[in-house]
């Protein structure tokens, strides 16, 4: 929700949705909730299947919709409509008119070529945006977020679109609030609500409003709003409102939905931008010229427009689309689904992946290893405890629960949920690091069991339970107990203590304070071995410029033994202790020399990744947790996975459909080959426009008749833009994928003023040969050096993406795809029909005689061969050349 800025305030439509659903949200947060319920049409017992399909034919699906709709007839809009076409209109009238109408012979067929050009590129340009929305809708599908929602009687999983009015929900830690919201139960529930409010600190929501009538929406205690997210505790609620009828929907056209650039955004756009100066200032001057010179000056200002266009990096759009949505496509095969395509590119810009250890670098399988005593024995009691502690928190289940509740059921300790009842909880929250249930047995007996992170429940205790016997946590006691610790977590398990007391206040004053002089009872530790493919994987990504950064919670023991398993320098390790110490200087130059912190909480993890950031890094922050949350909102690139909690898969920018560093790994090689096709494109348009640039203003000086007249141009220009459509389906040199890739502005304006000049002296030798070879020299022989200049350009420009796409010698050290070997060959083969037939007459060319082959050959050869020494030339000079 960072990406949203609001705008627009002042626009009556959006003010009267926002005070329309103002007033509807405080209406039902003070009526009794069984008058919300008869308002609603439902129950306390939910909605059938059966009802909740009527709803939703009522009131829709839970999306919001408000904006402009990206549909077919959109796309199919602004295909056709844009400045090519509409030049092109223009000078198809003015050549109807010319050619037809006051004609003494009518001919139609120029007029009717430019028309056929203007559906061709309009189909051309169509296609692709179908295609590329195709690919965004079918990456998005593949990731989904559910709704715990209550249906037919039970508690089920749906997705967020299906929820309806009057659903009612059941929510934990993690979750992101899936509509409008009462609540009905809360137990220790906070909830940000920094996209609405932008406030940052989350806010404690309560079944039983205690706020005024007149207090602000935001501030209801018993309203939930969509785009929020529970940060602690747990829920359920009863939803009021769904998609644009929600508070956030009715702020919907007041949000640009527009992300924030990243550096490569920023860099196309400083670049095209560069174009389009250049040709502000260019096409002014090429008016007058032609103006003064020929005396003709509808000609010269048609000239000059068509020129325009023609200058225009009309297909930068097109291309950067269409591969990145190339690229996002080959990455789902890879299991890597991009939900925002300019991420590939970031993606590939990665020089640090930060990433916490569980799961990622571990087999993401726990398993409960040793329950003991804290004399490191083993003792069921220990075990019992736990799972007592796991079974009735009403929290999100975190796979040490998972491990915790299965091996008690294979120890048959099932049979002991019966003698208790749950009567309150506090849930888990990463500042605490613990969560407690208060249990009461069938005696009446009640006492309060917690587990957590042992310093954690070490800071708890005033007592611990040794042979048998209760004794105060002095000095050597506690001693005991730590040497237990921290000899099992040097062996590799992630131990959490287990603590109990019986001196419990009832269920209306249980809170964070009653977590004190609690006993300690024994250490619980589990085994996540390392993943094979880990260590691979890990020198996969050192190998193409990619550093790993382990940013755990766990204790450092553990983490030190995983890492040293699967390639991590530990050399230096850094802990949240350590992190907390440290300025924003100290820390900066830490994250250079160190690769492990542990013990992080979840705004330290965000402010090593700031500081990896502040050192000119790109960092990529992989997650799946809640406390993930905040490192993945402040990374470059944020990665989930498709089994991560609500809030991180909604914070994240790239989604794995399996939570394996290789897969990550090929997915930054997919990003890189995607920058390096984009680049391509953008060095041959950035040079060969600059090039046409002083081609044009010198032939404008010296020629006595326009060196190419109107149709000439945007024939070669749609021709040239056909070629170029191989180009999102390259092939990229091994070479140029092996590190980082950063945008790099004056590299580009370099490679301009160097390959530019070189095309437009290849442009002159053109003139040349035409002028006094071929004899082209009076304007009545116009449309036969035009001819000449409309061949060598167009196949110059096709076949020099075969030079420019590789630093390597083209065909023979690195061949093109399949797909532009077809482009560019293709094109070229259609411009020789073109120029060496009668078909030239239709586009006011003469038909070239057979005697320019061979210097057409000839300047070809001369301008690749150039352009190849010029290659070497640059390599060595600047080190790279893409």
Not at 215 to 234: C, P
Not at 484 to 500: D, F, I, S
């Amino acid at each position: 929700m960072k990406l949203f800025v609001r705008k627009n305030r002042k626009n009556p439509k959006i003010q009267h949705r926002r005070e329309a659903s103002d007033a509807f949200l405080r209406k039902h947060a003070f009526l009794p909730i069984e008058e919300v319920y008869a308002a609603l049409g439902a129950t306390s017992n939910g909605f059938t299947e059966e009802q909740a399909q009527e709803k939703r034919d009522e009131f829709g699906k839970n999306k919001i919709t408000a904006g402009v709709k990206n549909s077919t007839a959109r796309r199919l809009r602004e295909s056709a409509i844009n400045p090519f076409n509409i030049v092109l209109l223009i000078i198809a009238a003015i050549t109807f008119v010319t050619d037809v109408v006051i004609a003494d012979t009518p001919d139609p067929l120029t007029a009717s070529i430019i028309l056929l050009l203007v559906i061709i590129s309009s189909t051309v340009a169509f296609v692709q945006s179908q295609r590329s929305n195709a690919a965004a809708e079918k990456l998005s599908g593949m990731i989904s977020n559910q709704a715990n929602v209550l249906r037919d009687g039970a508690f089920g999983e749906i997705a967020l679109d299906g929820i309806v009015p009057g659903d009612i929900v059941r929510l934990s830690a993690g979750d992101m609030i899936p509509a409008d919201v009462r609540f009905l139960a809360t137990k220790d529930t906070f909830i940000a609500q920094a996209a609405l409010t932008g406030e940052s600190n989350p806010v404690e929501k309560f079944k039983n409003s205690r706020s005024r009538p007149d207090d602000a929406l935001t501030d209801l205690q018993n309203i939930g709003f969509m785009g929020s997210n529970v940060i602690s505790g747990s829920a359920t609620a009863l939803v009021l409102a769904t998609g644009n009828e929600t508070y956030f929907g009715s702020m919907a056209k007041s949000l640009s939905g527009d992300r924030a650039k990243n550096s490569f955004e920023r860099g196309v756009g400083a670049i095209g931008g560069l174009l389009i100066k250049l040709m502000l200032v260019m096409v002014p001057i090429v008016f007058l010229l032609n103006g003064f010179i020929k005396q003709d000056w509808l000609e010269a200002l048609l000239f000059a427009i068509t020129l325009a266009v023609g200058l225009t990096p009309e297909m930068l759009p097109v291309i950067m689309t269409s591969t990145l949505a190339k690229g996002a496509m080959s990455m789902s095969k890879s299991g890597v689904i991009v939900k925002t395509l300019g991420a590939i590119q970031t993606f590939g810009e990665m020089d640090v992946l930060c990433t916490d250890k569980t799961g990622t670098l571990t087999e993401d399988k726990i398993i409960l290893e040793k329950y003991m005593n804290v004399d490191g024995d083993d003792d069921t009691r220990i075990l019992r405890h736990a799972y007592l502690n796991s079974y009735f928190q009403t929290g999100l289940k975190n796979l040490i629960d998972i491990a915790i509740i299965n091996r008690a059921s294979e120890n048959g300790f099932e049979d002991i949920l019966q003698k208790y009842v749950c009567v309150d909880e506090i849930p888990f929250d990463f500042s605490r690091r613990r969560m407690s249930v208060s249990l009461q047995s069938a005696n009446g007996k009640r006492q309060l069991i917690t587990k957590g992170a042992v310093e954690e429940i070490l800071a708890i205790c005033a007592f611990v339970e040794m042979d048998g016997k209760i004794l105060p946590l002095s000095e050597e006691t506690r001693a005991r107990a730590m040497r237990t610790y921290e000899k099992n977590n040097t062996g590799g398990l992630r131990m959490l203590a287990v603590a109990q007391k019986n001196d419990v206040p009832d269920a209306r004053n249980l809170g964070v304070e009653d977590e004190s002089d609690m006993v300690l009872i024994g250490f619980v530790g589990f085994l996540d071995p390392p993943k094979e493919s880990a260590k691979t994987a890990i020198a996969a990504l050192k190998e193409h410029g990619v550093r790993t950064v382990v940013l755990t919670g766990d204790s450092a023991g553990v983490a030190v033994k995983v890492c040293q398993k699967v390639g991590v320098d530990v050399t230096r390790c850094l802990t949240g202790k350590d992190v907390g110490g440290m300025t924003d200087g100290e820390l900066s130059k830490a994250t250079e020399e160190c690769s492990l912190f542990s013990k992080l909480s979840p705004s330290q993890k965000e402010r090593v990744v700031k500081a990896l950031q502040v050192n000119g890094h790109i960092v990529g922050y992989m997650g799946d947790g809640i406390n993930d949350a905040p490192p993945l909102h402040q990374a470059d690139v944020g990665i989930s996975v498709d089994s991560a909690v609500d809030i991180a898969k909604e914070t994240a920018d790239i989604i794995l459909l399996k939570k394996d560093l290789m897969v990550l790994e090929q997915g930054v090689i997919e990003g890189r080959r995607t920058f390096g096709n984009i680049i391509k494109y953008i060095k041959m348009a950035a040079s060969g426009n600059f090039g046409n640039m002083i081609s044009v203003i010198a032939a404008s000086i010296f020629l006595p008749f326009l060196p190419m007249l109107p149709v000439h141009i945007l024939t070669q220009n749609l021709l040239c833009d056909f070629s170029q459509m191989g180009i999102p389906f390259d092939s990229v040199d091994n070479e140029y994928i092996k590190k980082p890739r950063k945008w790099e502005t004056k590299s580009i304006k370099t490679f301009m003023a160097v390959l530019g000049p070189l095309s437009s002296l290849f442009d002159i030798a053109c003139f040349i040969v035409m002028w006094f070879a071929i004899g082209a020299n009076k304007p009545e022989l116009a449309p036969l050096f035009q001819g000449g200049w409309f061949l060598f350009g167009t196949i110059s420009q096709v076949l020099v993406i075969h030079m420019i796409r590789t630093a390597k010698m083209p065909f023979i050290k690195s061949r093109p795809s399949v797909a532009l070997y077809v482009s560019t060959f293709a094109v070229t083969a259609v411009a020789l029909i073109i120029g060496f037939t009668s078909l030239a007459n239709g586009f006011d060319m003469a038909k070239l005689p057979l005697i320019f082959i061979p210097w057409l050959a000839g300047l070809l050869l001369l301008y690749f061969v150039f352009t190849q020494l010029i290659k070497t030339l640059y390599v060595k000079r600047f080190g790279e050349w893409l």
